[in-house]
């Protein structure tokens, strides 16, 4: 179940006391890329070849996700951000840009606001974001952050069931659904599958309210880097520039037409090509 992606190789780094799992491949400046739920790497296939002609690129596995260590805690956006930037100064980068999507954008914000010094640029794709002013009005209406929040129960109603799960979660986030390929939910399902996996990503949502904390103290010094904010027009699109305004000072980005929330699944080439864009002109 290996997936691959021609000109990119695997490899196990060791990051702040666990092992994560990074795809690298690309020349040239280093940009990091972090997946979100019920997602890995994989996320991201069809926008890295594109994002290589002009950079070194990084894809990992979070803690908790697929072929990454799944640790019993660790799931705070911090401890997560210094895996991540761990894994970075591994690879010899010292300094970087850092583009999340869902979780991975929470944790791509952490990961700037922590590690200023190193963080060249951030992107940030189509996700609710802790510490902002509609934090909690918005995941009150999302039922699945109340779900998975619970102890023990997705767990046992997921297992065994992870294609089922997977494919009527993402299904209900798409907007064209002629991207949505089953053979990608697969690979997801069957990430989920592995052993402490399912777990693993549940704790990601479990952490949230100290994430929350923490971003409310991120926002009392703004982030100076240049700052993309970028959703589906269906979905978050309308609300990423001034939601990351409240973290930051230079922020441009806006909506993706005809898309809901997986953006870089349902329109890599817009995502890559704003990511060009972005990286190549701030």
């Not at 296939?45 to 594109?50: E, F, G, I, Q, Y």
Request: net charge negative; glycine share 10%.
């Amino acid at each position: 179940m290996i997936a691959t992606v021609k000109g990119f190789a695997q490899q196990r780094v060791p990051a702040n006391g666990i092992t994560l799992n990074a795809v690298t491949g690309g020349a040239g400046t280093p940009v990091l890329l972090l997946h979100g739920w019920p997602e890995t790497w994989w996320e991201w296939h069809h926008v890295m070849p594109l994002l290589a002609a002009h950079f070194s690129v990084v894809a990992i596995d979070l803690r908790g996700a697929g072929f990454s260590d799944c640790p019993l805690d660790g799931y705070d956006k911090a401890t997560m951000a210094r895996d991540a930037h761990a894994v970075m100064v591994a690879l010899g980068h010292e300094r970087y840009a850092v583009c999340g999507h869902d979780i991975g954008g929470m944790v791509a914000l952490a990961q700037a606001a922590i590690h200023r010094e190193a963080v060249t640029h951030l992107a940030v794709l189509d996700v609710p974001l802790p510490g902002w002013t509609g934090w909690e009005a918005t995941i009150a209406r999302l039922w699945h952050f109340g779900f998975h929040m619970n102890r023990d129960l997705p767990e046992r109603l997921i297992h065994g069931r992870e294609y089922d799960y997977v494919s009527a979660f993402m299904a209900e986030r798409f907007h064209d659904h002629s991207t949505f390929d089953p053979a990608d939910i697969e690979i997801y399902a069957k990430a989920m599958a592995l052993p402490g996996r399912t777990r693993g990503g549940l704790e990601w949502y479990r952490t949230l309210a100290a994430d929350h904390a923490a971003a409310l103290a991120y926002k009392k010094r703004p982030l100076a880097m240049p700052v993309l904010g970028l959703g589906g027009d269906q979905r978050f699109g309308a609300q990423m520039v001034p939601m990351l305004q409240e973290f930051a000072s230079n922020v441009t980005g806006g909506a993706i037409a005809q898309c809901s929330h997986y953006v870089a699944d349902e329109r890599p080439h817009e995502v890559a090509a704003a990511l060009i864009d972005f990286l190549k002109t701030h």
